[in-house]
């Protein structure tokens, strides 16, 4: 049964999806966003301000695009965040809101943050791009600093939200610290552990929901918890709670439409963007000790 129940859900998820390369933003060293280069970010179609934006995603999207702009004097830490699609989505399916927020952060970060999707099935290619990235002289011998140099977060839904721990074990065989991984109605692939979060992942949060034929994970333990923060595992229910999912083919929204409801989900969009900025706006108090600490003593 076991095997049928699997066969069946891949059979689904073809079904389902259909099946690209978004424009990246530089990494860069922690800065103002007045340093940022404004004409790449200009370049990005922002969901929050893009017309042709589907009524469902802005829906989905209404919250966080709803949050106060960055101020221009504000400090951001340098980062790479890293989202993958569920499924077989291509990376630049814009009918999905892994994609479109990943454009709203390059929008609100500008090129201070790199900010990239991958499909799920694209593990080699985000962890060369990745190594490429924090390979800052181009020696391909990754020095301490070079290694801790950027915040990595990973987010990912379904499928995606499954590889975004697999990545962060590659990362960690080559030492490489994350800050936060998200996971979205985690749904495990063929011999991947969507469960346990390795040690290499300061922090971690889980949120899913339990109905449709690919249910969420609704357990993620640390491997070491003194070394990783289970922010929680948060069950989403929707009976009675109507979520616009009209940006997905009819079947999806026939057979499956809880595994959607979650993805489109305002309130998700809106915690996961208060997460980003926890970690990337450097606060009044932490600039003040940064200069009090750098200060010659008297």
Known sequence: MGKVHTLAVVLLILALHCP????????????????????????????????????????????????????????????????FVGGFVKRDDIKHPEVLFANYLKSRYGSAVHVEIFGNHEGKRAIDETLLLLDA???????????????????GHSWGASQALVFARELQRRGIAVALTIQIDSVKKFGQDNRTVPANVAKAVNVYQRKGLTPGQPLIVPVDSARTEILGNFQMKYEGHQVNCDNYRWLSRVLNKPHHQIENDPQIWDQIASLVDSELLITEAETQAASSSASPAP
């Open 20 to 83: 690209s390369q978004l424009g990246i933003a530089q990494a860069r060293d922690v800065s103002s966003v007045a340093g940022v280069d404004h004409r790449l970010a200009g370049s990005i179609a922002d969901p929050c301000q893009d017309p042709s934006t589907h009524s469902a995603l802005k829906e989905a999207l209404r919250l966080v695009c709803s949050r106060a702009r960055v101020d221009a004097a504000r400090r951001i830490r340098k980062a790479i965040i890293l989202g």
């Open 137 to 155: 002289d181009k020696d391909r011998c990754f020095t301490a600093a070079e290694k801790e140099q950027v915040k990595i977060i990973l987010y």
